[in-house]
T-cell receptor, first 115, second 112 residues
Framework: DTGVSQDPRHKITKRGQNVTFRCDPISEHNRLYWYRQTLGQGPEFLTYFQNEAQLEKSRLLSDRFSAERPKGSFSTLEIQRTEQGDSAMYLC?????????????FGEGSRLTVL | EDQVTQSPEALRLQEGESSSLNCSYTVSGLRGLFWYRQDPGKGPEFLFTLYSAGEEKEKERLKATLTKKESFLHITAPKPEDSATYLCAVQEGTYNTDKLIFGTGTRLQVFP
Protein backbone atom coordinates (compact mmCIF):
# COMPACT_ATOMS: atom_id res chain seq x y z
CA ASP A 1 0.00 0.00 0.00
CA THR A 2 1.47 3.37 -0.98
CA GLY A 3 -0.85 5.63 1.05
CA VAL A 4 -0.03 7.83 4.05
CA SER A 5 0.38 5.69 7.15
CA GLN A 6 -0.18 6.87 10.73
CA ASP A 7 0.58 5.13 13.99
CA PRO A 8 -0.98 4.53 16.43
CA ARG A 9 -4.54 4.77 15.15
CA HIS A 10 -5.90 5.22 18.66
CA LYS A 11 -4.24 6.43 21.86
CA ILE A 12 -5.85 6.82 25.28
CA THR A 13 -3.75 8.60 27.86
CA LYS A 14 -4.07 10.30 31.21
CA ARG A 15 -3.77 14.05 31.59
CA GLY A 16 -0.16 15.09 32.04
CA GLN A 17 1.37 12.22 30.07
CA ASN A 18 3.41 12.66 26.88
CA VAL A 19 2.30 11.10 23.58
CA THR A 20 3.99 10.73 20.21
CA PHE A 21 2.43 10.08 16.83
CA ARG A 22 4.24 8.89 13.74
CA CYS A 23 3.44 9.58 10.09
CA ASP A 24 4.94 7.83 7.07
CA PRO A 25 4.10 9.85 3.95
CA ILE A 26 3.83 8.58 0.40
CA SER A 27 7.45 7.80 -0.48
CA GLU A 28 8.03 10.31 -3.29
CA HIS A 29 6.23 13.16 -1.49
CA ASN A 30 8.48 15.84 -0.06
CA ARG A 31 5.80 17.96 1.63
CA LEU A 32 4.27 16.78 4.91
CA TYR A 33 1.51 18.42 6.94
CA TRP A 34 -0.08 17.91 10.35
CA TYR A 35 -3.69 18.91 10.98
CA ARG A 36 -5.96 18.44 14.00
CA GLN A 37 -9.68 17.72 13.76
CA THR A 38 -12.26 17.70 16.55
CA LEU A 39 -15.77 16.29 16.27
CA GLY A 40 -18.01 18.29 13.95
CA GLN A 41 -15.18 20.58 12.84
CA GLY A 42 -12.99 20.77 9.80
CA PRO A 43 -9.26 20.00 9.98
CA GLU A 44 -7.15 22.75 11.55
CA PHE A 45 -3.58 23.37 10.35
CA LEU A 46 -0.77 22.68 12.80
CA THR A 47 2.51 22.58 10.91
CA TYR A 48 4.17 21.86 7.56
CA PHE A 49 7.50 20.45 6.37
CA GLN A 50 9.23 20.59 3.05
CA ASN A 51 11.78 17.77 3.15
CA GLU A 52 13.30 18.07 6.64
CA ALA A 53 12.68 21.80 7.05
CA GLN A 54 9.73 22.92 9.17
CA LEU A 55 8.51 25.89 7.12
CA GLU A 56 5.32 26.90 8.88
CA LYS A 57 3.82 26.48 12.32
CA SER A 58 0.37 27.53 13.49
CA ARG A 59 -0.03 30.01 16.33
CA LEU A 60 -2.34 27.37 17.79
CA LEU A 61 0.63 25.11 18.36
CA SER A 62 1.63 25.70 21.95
CA ASP A 63 5.09 24.99 23.36
CA ARG A 64 3.84 21.56 24.41
CA PHE A 65 3.65 20.48 20.78
CA SER A 66 6.72 19.64 18.74
CA ALA A 67 7.09 18.07 15.33
CA GLU A 68 10.11 16.69 13.55
CA ARG A 69 10.91 15.20 10.19
CA PRO A 70 14.45 13.88 10.36
CA LYS A 71 15.99 13.07 6.98
CA GLY A 72 12.86 14.29 5.22
CA SER A 73 11.08 10.95 5.45
CA PHE A 74 8.73 10.04 8.32
CA SER A 75 7.54 12.63 10.82
CA THR A 76 6.69 12.58 14.50
CA LEU A 77 4.33 14.84 16.44
CA GLU A 78 4.87 14.90 20.19
CA ILE A 79 2.49 16.40 22.73
CA GLN A 80 3.94 16.93 26.19
CA ARG A 81 1.89 17.21 29.40
CA THR A 82 -1.36 16.40 27.61
CA GLU A 83 -4.55 18.23 28.53
CA GLN A 84 -8.16 17.19 27.97
CA GLY A 85 -8.43 19.86 25.28
CA ASP A 86 -5.83 17.98 23.24
CA SER A 87 -8.35 15.20 22.58
CA ALA A 88 -8.80 15.14 18.80
CA MET A 89 -7.96 13.32 15.59
CA TYR A 90 -4.43 14.16 14.45
CA LEU A 91 -4.21 13.95 10.67
CA CYS A 92 -1.06 13.73 8.61
CA UNK A 93 -1.02 14.57 4.91
CA UNK A 94 1.61 14.66 2.20
CA UNK A 95 2.01 16.03 -1.28
CA UNK A 96 4.55 16.21 -4.07
CA UNK A 97 6.38 19.50 -4.48
CA UNK A 98 5.40 19.93 -8.11
CA UNK A 99 1.66 19.44 -7.59
CA UNK A 100 -0.89 22.02 -6.54
CA UNK A 101 -0.23 22.69 -2.86
CA UNK A 102 -3.84 22.21 -1.83
CA UNK A 103 -4.04 18.69 -3.24
CA UNK A 104 -3.13 16.71 -0.15
CA UNK A 105 -3.18 12.98 0.50
CA PHE A 106 -4.37 12.37 4.06
CA GLY A 107 -3.76 9.40 6.29
CA GLU A 108 -6.53 7.86 8.37
CA GLY A 109 -5.48 9.79 11.45
CA SER A 110 -4.43 9.10 15.01
CA ARG A 111 -7.26 9.57 17.50
CA LEU A 112 -6.16 10.88 20.90
CA THR A 113 -8.32 10.66 24.00
CA VAL A 114 -7.02 12.40 27.13
CA LEU A 115 -8.73 11.30 30.34
CA GLU B 1 -9.53 37.15 9.18
CA ASP B 2 -9.75 34.34 6.62
CA GLN B 3 -12.97 32.38 7.01
CA VAL B 4 -14.86 29.53 5.35
CA THR B 5 -18.56 28.87 6.01
CA GLN B 6 -20.40 25.84 4.68
CA SER B 7 -24.14 25.29 4.45
CA PRO B 8 -26.22 23.41 5.16
CA GLU B 9 -24.61 21.60 8.09
CA ALA B 10 -26.48 18.45 7.16
CA LEU B 11 -28.47 17.34 4.11
CA ARG B 12 -30.67 14.30 3.63
CA LEU B 13 -31.52 13.34 0.06
CA GLN B 14 -33.44 10.58 -1.59
CA GLU B 15 -31.43 8.63 -4.16
CA GLY B 16 -31.67 10.52 -7.46
CA GLU B 17 -32.63 13.83 -5.81
CA SER B 18 -30.13 16.45 -7.02
CA SER B 19 -28.98 19.29 -4.76
CA SER B 20 -26.17 21.75 -4.06
CA LEU B 21 -23.81 22.40 -1.16
CA ASN B 22 -22.56 25.93 -0.51
CA CYS B 23 -19.15 27.20 0.59
CA SER B 24 -18.75 30.94 1.18
CA TYR B 25 -15.34 32.34 1.93
CA THR B 26 -13.49 35.45 3.03
CA VAL B 27 -9.80 35.41 2.20
CA SER B 28 -7.06 37.87 1.33
CA GLY B 29 -6.40 37.00 -2.28
CA LEU B 30 -7.62 33.53 -3.12
CA ARG B 31 -4.86 31.20 -4.26
CA GLY B 32 -7.13 28.17 -4.54
CA LEU B 33 -10.37 26.63 -3.29
CA PHE B 34 -10.50 22.91 -2.64
CA TRP B 35 -13.21 20.35 -2.09
CA TYR B 36 -12.59 17.18 -0.09
CA ARG B 37 -14.77 14.24 0.83
CA GLN B 38 -14.46 12.61 4.27
CA ASP B 39 -15.95 9.26 5.24
CA PRO B 40 -16.49 8.48 8.95
CA GLY B 41 -13.24 7.51 10.69
CA LYS B 42 -11.13 8.32 7.62
CA GLY B 43 -8.96 11.19 6.48
CA PRO B 44 -10.25 13.64 3.85
CA GLU B 45 -9.98 12.64 0.20
CA PHE B 46 -9.19 15.30 -2.40
CA LEU B 47 -11.87 16.01 -5.02
CA PHE B 48 -11.31 19.33 -6.83
CA THR B 49 -9.22 22.48 -7.05
CA LEU B 50 -10.70 25.75 -8.35
CA TYR B 51 -8.57 28.83 -8.95
CA SER B 52 -10.65 31.61 -10.45
CA ALA B 53 -14.24 32.82 -10.68
CA GLY B 54 -16.16 31.08 -13.44
CA GLU B 55 -14.12 27.91 -13.26
CA GLU B 56 -15.92 24.55 -13.12
CA LYS B 57 -14.71 21.00 -12.48
CA GLU B 58 -16.63 17.73 -12.80
CA LYS B 59 -16.17 14.21 -11.54
CA GLU B 60 -18.88 11.59 -11.96
CA ARG B 61 -22.00 12.98 -10.25
CA LEU B 62 -20.17 15.96 -8.73
CA LYS B 63 -19.63 19.38 -10.23
CA ALA B 64 -17.84 22.24 -8.44
CA THR B 65 -18.20 25.88 -9.42
CA LEU B 66 -16.58 29.07 -8.14
CA THR B 67 -17.57 32.73 -7.90
CA LYS B 68 -15.71 35.58 -6.23
CA LYS B 69 -17.33 34.91 -2.86
CA GLU B 70 -18.55 31.31 -2.87
CA SER B 71 -18.33 27.87 -4.35
CA PHE B 72 -21.02 25.29 -4.97
CA LEU B 73 -20.77 21.54 -5.09
CA HIS B 74 -23.62 20.25 -7.21
CA ILE B 75 -24.60 16.61 -6.79
CA THR B 76 -26.62 15.19 -9.66
CA ALA B 77 -28.75 12.07 -9.12
CA PRO B 78 -26.86 11.05 -5.96
CA LYS B 79 -26.43 7.45 -4.85
CA PRO B 80 -26.14 6.10 -1.30
CA GLU B 81 -22.37 5.73 -1.78
CA ASP B 82 -22.16 9.53 -2.09
CA SER B 83 -23.02 9.76 1.62
CA ALA B 84 -20.11 11.49 3.36
CA THR B 85 -19.03 14.82 4.82
CA TYR B 86 -17.95 17.28 2.14
CA LEU B 87 -15.31 19.78 3.21
CA CYS B 88 -14.40 23.03 1.51
CA ALA B 89 -11.00 24.67 2.08
CA VAL B 90 -9.24 27.80 0.87
CA GLN B 91 -5.61 28.74 0.50
CA GLU B 92 -4.83 32.42 0.62
CA GLY B 93 -2.37 33.92 -1.76
CA THR B 94 -0.99 37.12 -0.31
CA TYR B 95 1.32 35.60 2.27
CA ASN B 96 3.85 32.82 1.88
CA THR B 97 1.70 30.07 3.37
CA ASP B 98 0.69 26.61 2.31
CA LYS B 99 -1.94 26.01 4.97
CA LEU B 100 -5.51 25.20 4.08
CA ILE B 101 -8.38 26.80 6.01
CA PHE B 102 -11.25 24.34 6.19
CA GLY B 103 -14.94 24.87 6.76
CA THR B 104 -16.90 22.66 9.16
CA GLY B 105 -18.33 20.58 6.33
CA THR B 106 -21.72 19.45 5.09
CA ARG B 107 -22.79 16.00 6.20
CA LEU B 108 -24.66 14.39 3.30
CA GLN B 109 -26.88 11.32 3.68
CA VAL B 110 -28.42 9.73 0.60
CA PHE B 111 -31.19 7.21 1.18
CA PRO B 112 -32.22 4.49 -1.30
Amino acid sequence: DTGVSQDPRHKITKRGQNVTFRCDPISEHNRLYWYRQTLGQGPEFLTYFQNEAQLEKSRLLSDRFSAERPKGSFSTLEIQRTEQGDSAMYLCASSFLQTETGELFFGEGSRLTVL
Amino acid sequence: EDQVTQSPEALRLQEGESSSLNCSYTVSGLRGLFWYRQDPGKGPEFLFTLYSAGEEKEKERLKATLTKKESFLHITAPKPEDSATYLCAVQEGTYNTDKLIFGTGTRLQVFP
